[in-house]
């Protein structure tokens, strides 16, 4: 396949280099190799990167006869039109300071549990100045594949992808309570999606949510409904940021940042599911783990499996989170599940603003439909045309009146209309 801009530097010389360094091995001589693109099906329009799978045909000492080698090379763009946005954003030096330092960590202190726990793809090689590529070992060699985005996760898909989560958050409070981490590398996770630098590039969840309510006769509302729906786009945002710098007791993770089915690779042993590893790590923010919950609730598990199974789904993720907490003597007070699920109740605005302007766009397969959930690497001011937007929510419109009559069961489409009257209220008593 011809090179592009961004792998021209793949050569014989540059592969031979990789395995000589990488794999201890000697007198490396390349037969044949081929770069083909990696990402061909995984819906992510804003391109965070070039990914590219590399196939390698050679000999060494070690290898007399023909050894063939995979790996997956993620290159900052060079051309097009992400080049601006990368070069204004640190997005890809988080990325590999995320593999070369902070995953190694959590994965050392795990081990000491009697376990070694994988939690990402194995990093193979970095470029260090420019921090322009990362090459990560071929999951799919050992079997890990992305399940369809359109269908959803099982509840056994789920289950494991949140048992796993639990150890990465673990892991990252333990590292945030004692600095594990050198040169204060946590500092640079401080702003997710949400931040109040990045309103101007998050024009697409308040305009979602206008669309919505736009529709809403179409979609068979009633008039209670609707009116609570009109008075959430202009506080979408405000309630988003808030979630994202909640304190929540004073527990805080390292969250993924886009933790959803496509960034989950899930390995079977024959029908059995065996494991789970995350890749993309571009997003991660420190903060409450109700970033990764909601967003992954929302976007990941099958409806029915939501429908049915969310509160056990829940409940796996804080078992999970306590033992290891425990057992890695996590020095502070662990939040108890009841803390939990006030803390998802108190942000239920997250809920509502991810089941309908995030949900409905992660489960269509098509590559043009990812919000902007990484902001630095979004145009200001641009949004999906408004027949698209149409087009998918009206695809999706039993599920979202569906969440919607659950959310307003309990309360969560309130918070539009109670700050409206407690404004009232101030008004009228102002004198």
Same mark, same amino acid.
């Given at each position: ?67 063939? $080698? ?41 081990? +000491?549990? /009697?376990?070694? $726990? ?73 702003? /997710? ?45 405000? +309630? ?23 960034? $989950? ?66 020095? +502070? ?58 087009? $998918? ?22 918070? /539009? ?15």
């Amino acid at each position: 396949m011809p090179k592009t801009q961004e792998t021209k530097f793949i050569n014989s010389l540059f592969l031979t280099n990789l395995i000589q360094s990488q794999y201890n091995e000697t007198e490396v001589k390349i037969k044949v190799y081929d770069v083909e693109p990696a990402t061909a099906d995984i819906n992510d329009p804003y391109a965070r990167s070039s990914m590219n799978r590399i196939l390698v045909k050679y000999t060494s000492k070690e290898n007399p006869s023909d050894a063939a $080698i995979t790996f997956v090379a993620k290159i900052k763009p060079s051309e097009g039109q992400l080049v601006q946005q990368f070069q204004k954003t640190d997005v890809f030096d988080k990325e590999i300071l995320v593999y070369k330092s902070i995953l190694p960590t959590m994965v050392n202190m795990i081990a +000491k549990l /009697g376990s070694v $726990i994988e939690l990402a793809p194995h990093l193979i090689y970095s470029s260090e100045v420019p921090s322009d590529l990362l090459v990560l070992e071929d999951l799919t060699v050992r079997g890990y594949s992305v399940e369809n985005q359109a269908l959803g996760l099982t509840l056994d898909q789920s289950r494991m992808a949140l048992e796993k989560l639990a150890f990465f958050h673990a892991a990252s409070a333990i590292m945030l309570t004692e600095n594990t981490v050198p040169n204060g590398a946590f500092a640079k996770f401080t702003r /997710g999606t949400f931040h109040k630098e990045h309103q101007d590039r998050l024009r697409h969840f308040p305009d979602v949510m206008a669309t919505v309510c736009e529709l809403a006769p179409e979609f068979g509302f009633n008039t209670e409904l609707t009116e609570k729906l009109r008075q959430l786009p202009p506080k979408t945002l405000q +309630k988003a940021i808030e979630a994202y710098e909640s304190d929540f007791r004073g527990f805080k993770v390292l969250n993924h940042g886009d933790f959803w089915t496509n960034n $989950i690779l899930f390995r079977y042993q024959g029908n059995e599911l065996v494991d789970a590893l995350f890749v993309d790590f571009q997003n991660c923010v420190v903060g409450s783990p109700i970033i990764d919950l909601v967003y992954f609730l929302a976007s990941s598990p099958a409806y029915d499996v939501l429908q049915k199974h969310r509160d056990e789904l829940v409940f796996v993720y804080h078992e999970t989170l306590t033992l290891l907490l425990q057992k890695l003597g996590y020095s +502070k007070p662990i939040p108890k599940l009841m803390d939990l699920q006030v803390e998802l109740l108190k942000h239920g605005s997250l809920q509502v603003i991810y089941a309908l302007t995030v949900s409905p766009f992660l489960r269509t397969k098509d590559a043009q439909n990812t919000p902007p959930m990484q902001p630095t690497l979004h145009s200001p001011n641009q949004k999906l045309p408004g027949n698209d937007v149409k087009q $998918i929510l009206r695809a999706h419109a039993p599920s979202i009146a569906a969440q919607l009559r659950a959310f307003q069961m309990v309360g969560l489409l309130d918070w /539009g209309a109670t700050e409206s009257k407690i404004k009232g209220l101030m008004s009228r008593f102002q004198h």
